[in-house]
Protein backbone atom coordinates (compact mmCIF):
# COMPACT_ATOMS: atom_id res chain seq x y z
CA UNK A 1 0.00 0.00 0.00
CA UNK A 2 2.87 2.48 1.04
CA UNK A 3 4.60 1.61 -2.95
CA UNK A 4 1.00 2.61 -4.08
CA UNK A 5 0.77 6.07 -2.53
CA UNK A 6 4.94 6.52 -3.25
CA UNK A 7 4.16 5.53 -6.34
CA UNK A 8 1.02 7.57 -7.12
CA UNK A 9 2.57 10.67 -5.03
CA UNK A 10 5.41 10.57 -7.79
CA UNK A 11 3.06 10.54 -10.81
CA UNK A 12 1.50 13.56 -8.83
CA UNK A 13 4.26 15.42 -8.49
CA UNK A 14 5.84 14.72 -12.00
CA UNK A 15 2.00 16.03 -13.20
CA UNK A 16 2.02 19.31 -11.56
CA UNK A 17 6.02 20.24 -12.60
CA UNK A 18 4.46 19.62 -16.25
CA UNK A 19 1.87 21.58 -15.74
CA UNK A 20 4.39 24.07 -14.43
CA UNK A 21 6.15 24.22 -17.18
CA UNK A 22 3.59 23.94 -19.79
CA UNK A 23 2.29 27.08 -17.96
CA UNK A 24 5.41 28.73 -18.77
CA UNK A 25 5.68 28.19 -22.51
CA UNK A 26 2.16 28.99 -22.57
CA UNK A 27 2.78 32.30 -21.45
CA UNK A 28 5.00 34.37 -23.83
CA UNK A 29 5.33 38.23 -23.02
CA UNK A 30 6.22 40.43 -25.60
CA UNK A 31 6.48 43.61 -26.59
CA UNK A 32 4.26 45.35 -29.41
CA UNK A 33 4.88 48.30 -31.29
CA UNK A 34 3.62 51.69 -32.36
CA UNK A 35 3.91 52.38 -35.98
CA UNK A 36 3.42 56.09 -36.96
CA UNK A 37 0.84 56.45 -39.72
CA UNK A 38 0.02 59.97 -40.64
CA UNK A 39 1.88 63.19 -39.80
CA UNK A 40 0.91 66.53 -40.59
CA UNK A 41 3.65 69.49 -39.92
CA UNK A 42 6.52 68.44 -37.89
CA UNK A 43 7.37 65.95 -34.81
CA UNK A 44 10.05 64.23 -32.90
CA UNK A 45 11.02 61.18 -30.22
CA UNK A 46 13.65 60.29 -28.38
CA UNK A 47 14.46 56.66 -27.03
CA UNK A 48 15.48 58.10 -23.50
CA UNK A 49 18.91 58.87 -24.82
CA UNK A 50 17.83 62.41 -25.12
CA UNK A 51 18.85 62.32 -28.59
CA UNK A 52 16.10 63.74 -31.11
CA UNK A 53 15.23 62.42 -34.01
CA UNK A 54 12.61 63.86 -36.88
CA UNK A 55 9.30 61.51 -36.94
CA UNK A 56 8.79 60.18 -40.00
CA UNK A 57 5.30 58.23 -41.25
CA UNK A 58 6.72 54.34 -41.08
CA UNK A 59 8.74 54.83 -37.91
CA UNK A 60 8.17 52.48 -35.31
CA UNK A 61 8.60 52.78 -31.92
CA UNK A 62 8.74 50.24 -28.51
CA UNK A 63 8.35 51.25 -25.46
CA UNK A 64 10.44 53.83 -23.85
CA UNK A 65 10.11 56.47 -26.60
CA UNK A 66 9.04 60.08 -25.53
CA UNK A 67 7.07 61.67 -28.75
CA UNK A 68 6.57 65.45 -29.25
CA UNK A 69 4.68 67.52 -32.05
CA UNK A 70 5.79 70.44 -32.69
CA UNK A 71 3.34 73.49 -33.32
CA UNK A 72 0.26 73.06 -35.95
CA UNK A 73 1.05 69.55 -36.11
CA UNK A 74 -0.60 66.32 -35.98
CA UNK A 75 0.39 62.50 -35.73
CA UNK A 76 -1.25 59.66 -36.20
CA UNK A 77 -0.11 56.12 -34.27
CA UNK A 78 -1.39 52.97 -35.09
CA UNK A 79 -0.56 50.51 -31.93
CA UNK A 80 0.14 46.54 -31.74
CA UNK A 81 -2.01 44.63 -34.29
CA UNK A 82 -1.10 45.74 -37.87
CA UNK A 83 1.51 48.33 -36.49
CA UNK A 84 4.38 46.92 -38.55
CA UNK A 85 2.61 45.68 -41.54
CA UNK A 86 2.31 47.81 -45.01
CA UNK A 87 -0.17 50.67 -45.18
CA UNK A 88 -1.72 53.50 -47.71
CA UNK A 89 -1.28 56.56 -45.19
CA UNK A 90 0.65 59.36 -46.77
CA UNK A 91 1.45 62.28 -45.35
CA UNK A 92 -0.87 65.08 -45.13
CA UNK A 93 -3.83 67.08 -43.31
CA UNK A 94 -5.30 65.23 -40.82
CA UNK A 95 -7.91 67.53 -39.58
CA UNK A 96 -11.56 66.49 -39.16
CA UNK A 97 -13.38 67.09 -42.43
CA UNK A 98 -16.92 68.13 -42.63
CA UNK A 99 -19.60 65.30 -41.70
CA UNK A 100 -21.19 63.95 -45.26
CA UNK A 101 -24.40 61.88 -45.31
CA UNK A 102 -22.57 58.89 -44.85
CA UNK A 103 -20.49 59.32 -42.24
CA UNK A 104 -23.76 60.55 -40.28
CA UNK A 105 -25.33 57.04 -40.64
CA UNK A 106 -21.78 55.27 -39.50
CA UNK A 107 -22.39 53.96 -35.66
CA UNK A 108 -18.84 54.69 -34.62
CA UNK A 109 -17.12 51.83 -33.19
CA UNK A 110 -13.19 51.31 -32.06
CA UNK A 111 -11.81 48.99 -34.74
CA UNK A 112 -8.42 49.22 -34.16
CA UNK A 113 -5.74 50.84 -31.30
CA UNK A 114 -5.23 53.98 -32.45
CA UNK A 115 -4.19 57.63 -31.28
CA UNK A 116 -3.72 60.97 -32.75
CA UNK A 117 -1.48 63.55 -31.13
CA UNK A 118 -1.97 66.90 -32.22
CA UNK A 119 -0.09 70.18 -31.90
CA UNK A 120 2.12 70.90 -29.16
CA UNK A 121 1.50 67.51 -27.21
CA UNK A 122 4.26 65.46 -25.30
CA UNK A 123 3.22 61.20 -25.04
CA UNK A 124 5.20 58.67 -23.64
CA UNK A 125 5.03 54.96 -24.59
CA UNK A 126 5.57 53.11 -21.27
CA UNK A 127 4.19 49.91 -22.01
CA UNK A 128 2.99 47.68 -24.56
CA UNK A 129 3.33 44.14 -23.34
CA UNK A 130 1.35 41.09 -24.88
CA UNK A 131 1.05 37.82 -23.36
CA UNK A 132 0.24 34.82 -24.85
CA UNK A 133 -1.64 32.56 -22.54
CA UNK A 134 -2.31 29.90 -24.59
CA UNK A 135 -5.82 30.69 -24.30
CA UNK A 136 -5.88 34.00 -24.67
CA UNK A 137 -4.36 37.32 -25.56
CA UNK A 138 -3.91 39.41 -22.70
CA UNK A 139 -2.54 43.29 -23.51
CA UNK A 140 -0.96 45.66 -21.01
CA UNK A 141 -1.08 49.59 -22.39
CA UNK A 142 0.15 52.18 -20.59
CA UNK A 143 0.84 55.82 -22.37
CA UNK A 144 1.58 58.67 -20.67
CA UNK A 145 0.30 62.43 -21.71
CA UNK A 146 2.69 65.07 -19.92
CA UNK A 147 1.09 67.91 -22.39
CA UNK A 148 -1.56 68.62 -24.57
CA UNK A 149 -4.25 66.57 -26.06
CA UNK A 150 -4.89 63.05 -27.96
CA UNK A 151 -7.90 61.13 -29.37
CA UNK A 152 -8.21 57.66 -29.63
CA UNK A 153 -9.92 54.60 -30.18
CA UNK A 154 -9.36 51.36 -28.60
CA UNK A 155 -10.97 47.99 -29.88
CA UNK A 156 -12.18 45.60 -27.42
CA UNK A 157 -10.34 44.05 -25.30
CA UNK A 158 -10.39 40.37 -23.84
CA UNK A 159 -10.82 40.21 -19.58
CA UNK A 160 -7.56 40.37 -18.62
CA UNK A 161 -6.35 43.31 -20.47
CA UNK A 162 -5.39 46.76 -19.49
CA UNK A 163 -5.10 50.40 -21.29
CA UNK A 164 -4.46 53.35 -19.21
CA UNK A 165 -3.34 57.28 -20.21
CA UNK A 166 -1.79 58.89 -17.71
CA UNK A 167 -2.02 62.45 -17.46
CA UNK A 168 -0.25 64.89 -14.77
CA UNK A 169 -2.78 63.99 -11.75
CA UNK A 170 -4.39 61.06 -12.77
CA UNK A 171 -5.06 58.03 -15.14
CA UNK A 172 -7.93 57.25 -17.15
CA UNK A 173 -8.47 53.56 -17.62
CA UNK A 174 -10.04 52.65 -21.64
CA UNK A 175 -11.65 49.56 -22.69
CA UNK A 176 -13.33 49.40 -26.07
CA UNK A 177 -13.51 52.99 -26.54
CA UNK A 178 -13.44 56.39 -28.74
CA UNK A 179 -12.02 59.06 -26.14
CA UNK A 180 -10.24 62.10 -25.64
CA UNK A 181 -7.72 62.99 -23.48
CA UNK A 182 -6.44 66.40 -22.28
CA UNK A 183 -3.23 66.63 -20.20
CA UNK A 184 -5.09 69.57 -18.18
CA UNK A 185 -7.80 66.69 -16.87
CA UNK A 186 -10.35 66.88 -19.75
CA UNK A 187 -11.92 63.87 -20.92
CA UNK A 188 -14.71 63.34 -23.77
CA UNK A 189 -16.38 60.03 -24.54
CA UNK A 190 -18.12 59.52 -27.97
CA UNK A 191 -18.40 55.36 -27.36
CA UNK A 192 -18.29 53.15 -24.59
CA UNK A 193 -16.64 54.59 -21.17
CA UNK A 194 -13.82 55.96 -19.51
CA UNK A 195 -12.95 55.58 -15.90
CA UNK A 196 -10.80 58.69 -14.80
CA UNK A 197 -9.06 58.50 -11.11
CA UNK A 198 -7.24 61.40 -10.02
CA UNK A 199 -5.73 63.25 -6.74
CA UNK A 200 -7.95 66.61 -6.17
CA UNK A 201 -6.52 69.96 -5.19
CA UNK A 202 -7.82 68.79 -1.63
CA UNK A 203 -5.60 65.68 -1.84
CA UNK A 204 -8.48 63.59 -2.25
CA UNK A 205 -8.58 60.65 -4.65
CA UNK A 206 -11.62 61.54 -6.91
CA UNK A 207 -13.17 58.33 -9.49
CA UNK A 208 -15.51 59.53 -12.23
CA UNK A 209 -17.05 56.92 -14.96
CA UNK A 210 -17.45 58.97 -18.18
CA UNK A 211 -19.96 57.45 -20.66
CA UNK A 212 -20.32 58.14 -24.32
CA UNK A 213 -21.79 61.36 -25.33
CA UNK A 214 -19.81 63.25 -22.33
CA UNK A 215 -17.12 65.11 -20.75
CA UNK A 216 -15.45 65.63 -18.09
CA UNK A 217 -13.11 68.21 -16.39
CA UNK A 218 -11.30 66.94 -13.88
CA UNK A 219 -10.71 70.32 -12.50
CA UNK A 220 -14.25 71.65 -12.07
CA UNK A 221 -15.43 67.98 -11.21
CA UNK A 222 -18.34 69.00 -13.83
CA UNK A 223 -19.73 66.78 -16.26
CA UNK A 224 -21.82 67.98 -19.50
CA UNK A 225 -22.92 66.34 -22.60
CA UNK A 226 -20.12 67.21 -25.33
CA UNK A 227 -20.74 69.87 -27.58
CA UNK A 228 -21.57 69.81 -31.18
CA UNK A 229 -18.00 70.53 -32.28
CA UNK A 230 -16.54 67.85 -30.15
CA UNK A 231 -19.07 65.46 -31.17
CA UNK A 232 -18.33 66.57 -35.20
CA UNK A 233 -14.48 65.96 -34.37
CA UNK A 234 -14.60 62.92 -32.77
CA UNK A 235 -17.48 61.25 -35.24
CA UNK A 236 -14.67 62.68 -37.87
CA UNK A 237 -11.94 60.50 -36.05
CA UNK A 238 -13.42 57.75 -35.74
CA UNK A 239 -14.80 57.34 -39.75
CA UNK A 240 -11.11 58.07 -40.58
CA UNK A 241 -10.45 55.61 -38.46
CA UNK A 242 -12.84 53.09 -39.98
CA UNK A 243 -11.97 54.04 -43.32
CA UNK A 244 -8.20 53.18 -42.74
CA UNK A 245 -8.25 49.99 -41.46
CA UNK A 246 -9.05 48.72 -44.33
CA UNK A 247 -6.03 49.70 -45.93
CA UNK A 248 -4.14 47.12 -43.57
CA UNK A 249 -2.83 43.84 -44.80
CA UNK A 250 -3.67 40.68 -43.51
CA UNK A 251 -6.21 42.22 -41.00
CA UNK A 252 -8.34 39.89 -39.05
CA UNK A 253 -11.82 40.69 -38.59
CA UNK A 254 -12.20 43.68 -36.00
CA UNK A 255 -14.19 43.55 -33.06
CA UNK A 256 -17.11 45.87 -31.52
CA UNK A 257 -16.50 47.84 -28.63
CA UNK A 258 -16.84 46.85 -25.25
CA UNK A 259 -18.77 48.94 -22.61
CA UNK A 260 -17.19 47.36 -19.90
CA UNK A 261 -15.37 49.96 -17.13
CA UNK A 262 -12.92 48.92 -14.34
CA UNK A 263 -12.05 50.86 -11.12
CA UNK A 264 -8.30 51.64 -11.54
CA UNK A 265 -5.46 53.70 -9.15
CA UNK A 266 -4.16 56.91 -9.56
CA UNK A 267 -1.05 56.13 -7.63
CA UNK A 268 0.27 55.09 -11.12
CA UNK A 269 -0.07 58.28 -12.39
CA UNK A 270 3.30 60.17 -13.41
CA UNK A 271 4.28 63.14 -11.28
CA UNK A 272 7.08 63.85 -12.87
CA UNK A 273 7.36 66.71 -15.38
CA UNK A 274 8.43 65.71 -18.68
CA UNK A 275 11.92 67.14 -19.36
CA UNK A 276 12.92 70.29 -21.08
CA UNK A 277 12.14 69.02 -24.89
CA UNK A 278 13.53 72.44 -26.56
CA UNK A 279 12.25 73.77 -29.39
CA UNK A 280 11.04 71.30 -32.76
CA UNK A 281 14.33 71.83 -35.71
Given amino acids: MNQIRRFVGSIMACGIAVAMVSSAFAQQVTQDTIK???????????TGNNVWHPLKVGTVLKPGALIQ????????????????????????????SPLSAEMMSYHPMAEQNLVRMWENSVLSVDKLNVTKTGADIVTDTELDLHA??????????????KYEVKI????????????SIDASGLISVLEGSVVV??????GTVVTQVVAAGQQYDCTTKQITPLSSSSNNQMMSFAWDSRK????????????TQDHTIYVISPTTASSTPPPALGTLE
Avoid: C
Wanted: hydrophobic residues 40%.
Fill in 36 to 46: VVRLKGSARYT
Fill in 69 to 96: TGANSVADFLIGKGAVGSSTFMNGAAAA
Fill in 148 to 161: GHIFGTVKKLSAAS
Fill in 168 to 179: PNGVAGIRGTIY
Fill in 197 to 202: AYVGSD
Fill in 244 to 255: KAQTFQNVEQWF
